[in-house]
């Protein structure tokens, strides 16, 4: 059976942080001691990665005992106990750096996004995620996103064609851009949304009168240009508002009328939150 790409991370996980040893456990802890710890949380947030934190547990060793509390994606408080896990100390003790590294910046995330979408509260718009990621962790950045309440947008480069400013202009403007993308998808038999940015109103009439899109992305727009521009495109292909889009200006730019907000701070600006895991 194929290892999933969590599974693999875990892995190499285990070999950058264990390496040929525990070696500080091997040497003052006894072989056969057990313990037990538990996972306290030290700052309010909302909970993110008890899902993986099990896995991690499981695959250092089969034997320890986990039993969780609180869910991924629960509000918790300053003094809340997340999970407990028992068996061998020796085990515990390897786990614990991963299990507290993962779960410290996936509950970061989660609760990062959690405060973003309630910034939308009562409002359509829904928030997401860009490619903005840690290189190899974008998997459980993009999980602790969509615990904390937001969307994931494209996971990579290969499940959605973005054609972005750039692409524009290496392809020779926004016609040949589009037609190229539809020629590429029909001749290699592939099924892929197709979301194109555009800079300005005259770049988006440029979009509509050519057509052939799912989404439009409308970057960097004024609050008045992004009005005309929802307007203009009346419901026909989905919208996104990006560029610069934080805490301040989010409702403003969503009471506008787009379906969707991308904000890439919601993985690359973060603080992660603070969780410790203490021997019972």
Known sequence: MRMSYTDQLIEIAILEDVGDGDHSSLACIPDAAGGKAQLLVKEDGVIAGVALAEKIFRRMDPELVFKSFINDGDLIKKGDIVFTIEGSSRSILQAERLVLNFMQRMSGIATNTKHYVNLLEGLQTKVLDTRKTTPGLREVE??????GGGENHRIGLYDMIMIKDNHIDYAGGIEAAIISTRNYLQAKGKDLKIEIEVRDLNELDEVLAIGGVDRIMLDNFSFDDLRTAV?????????EASG???EHTIRAYAECGVDYIS???LTHQIKSLDLSLKAL
């Open 142 to 147: 993009k999980w602790a996103v969509k615990i």
């Open 231 to 239: 307007k203009r495109i009346d419901g026909k292909y989905e919208t």
């Open 244 to 246: 610069g889009i934080n």
């Open 263 to 265: 904000v890439g701070a």
